[in-house]
């Protein structure tokens, strides 16, 4: 399928690269005013700023109650931004939709980013947070059912990376992970998979892009060969949570996200990849007002309620 028009139509209006120094400061601030006014955000029973106390740092989080009950499974959000962008406001829009459409309390981490914090600063405060969520469990309306973990592109990298730290670590609590188009593998061969040259141009993110993009998270300590920094590179992933995989037709990053779907399955984990026909990686962040594409926050509300408690 051919890219929703919808999206051609925005990605035909944007500047090609033109091969400049990428400036995160710079980056940031234009991101940043994109964010829509408060009004014009989906409203929900509450919206709050809180600081998680953990191990590695104090981290902000906000968390997101969809409506008034009695208890809530949680779900632990890690925004993308390749490692180097995004915030709890930029996702803002996000998280409310996660929180509506499943039903969970959502918490939306605001973690260290590179360069500025070294590896593995901002792993470490999306872990602590889920440790945290579980301590505080009482207190935040946790019905003691599900902990999911959910995260778009870096942020999907934090996920499987997280869910892998806990597995090792002996820490059970967390019952679920979803992945949005998620960036696995940090080396950039281009031969390594099929969608990083089927997908190389014109879809928004471009392969010849990746590494610039990803340079401020590699050059401050994170090992591509690393399985915390390439969690397709993992070679056991027998016992992780169950996994939703969500990819996008014309994406660069789609083989890997269905390779490590693929695998999840092969060593026995409950595991879903589900493929958007005709989106680009960033749908669910950037054209999630498309009813083709919001359908991706009603089918993770599906896979953790039809699996609640397993």
């Known amino acids: 399928m051919t890219i929703h028009p919808k999206i051609a139509k925005i990605l035909s209006t944007l500047p090609a690269p033109d091969g400049s120094p990428l400036n995160p400061q710079a980056m940031r601030a234009g991101e940043a005013a994109q964010v829509p006014a408060l009004e014009d955000r989906l409203p929900l029973y509450s919206v709050e700023d809180a600081t998680a106390v ?7 989080v906000r968390i997101y109650t969809p409506v008034e009950a009695d208890a809530y499974g949680l779900l632990v959000y890690f925004h993308g931004g390749a490692f180097f962008l995004g915030s709890l406001d930029t996702h803002d829009h996000v998280a409310r939709a996660l929180a509506k459409e ?6 939306s981490v605001g973690y260290r980013l590179a360069p500025e914090a070294s590896f593995p600063a901002g792993l470490d405060d999306c872990y602590g947070v889920v440790r945290w969520a ?4 009482h207190s935040l309306g946790w019905d003691g059912m599900n902990l999911a973990i959910a995260g778009d592109s870096s942020g999907g990298n934090f996920v ?49 892009g990746l590494l610039p993009f990803n340079s401020f998270y590699l050059e401050n300590g994170a090992d591509p060969a690393d399985p915390l920094v390439s969690p397709i590179k993992r070679e056991d ?17 789609r ?22 026909a005709g989106a680009n990686h ?25 699996r609640a408690a397993r």
Do not use: C, M
Not at 267 to 276: H, I, Q
Not at 282 to 306: D, H, K, M
């Open 102 to 107: 499943t039903g969970h309390k959502v918490i």
């Open 255 to 276: 083989d890997e996200g269905e390779l490590y779907g693929r695998r999840l399955k092969e060593d026995g984990v409950d595991a879903t990849v589900s493929r958007y």
């Open 134 to 137: 579980a301590a505080r469990g």
């Open 160 to 208: 499987a990376a997280v869910a892998a730290r806990a597995h090792d670590d002996e820490f059970p609590a967390i019952t679920h992970q979803v992945l949005f188009y998620p960036s696995l593998d940090l080396d950039f061969d281009v031969d390594r998979y099929a969608s990083l040259r089927e997908n190389a141009e014109g879809y928004g993110l471009e392969t010849a």
């Open 54 to 60: 953990t191990s590695s740092a104090e981290v902000p």
């Open 282 to 306: 960033g749908f669910v962040q950037n054209f999630s007002w498309i009813p083709e594409f919001y359908r991706a926050f009603e089918e993770t509300g599906e896979f953790l309620n039809a």
């Open 237 to 253: 992933l027998a016992g992780l949570p169950a996994a939703l995989v969500i990819t996008a037709e014309h994406d660069p990053l």
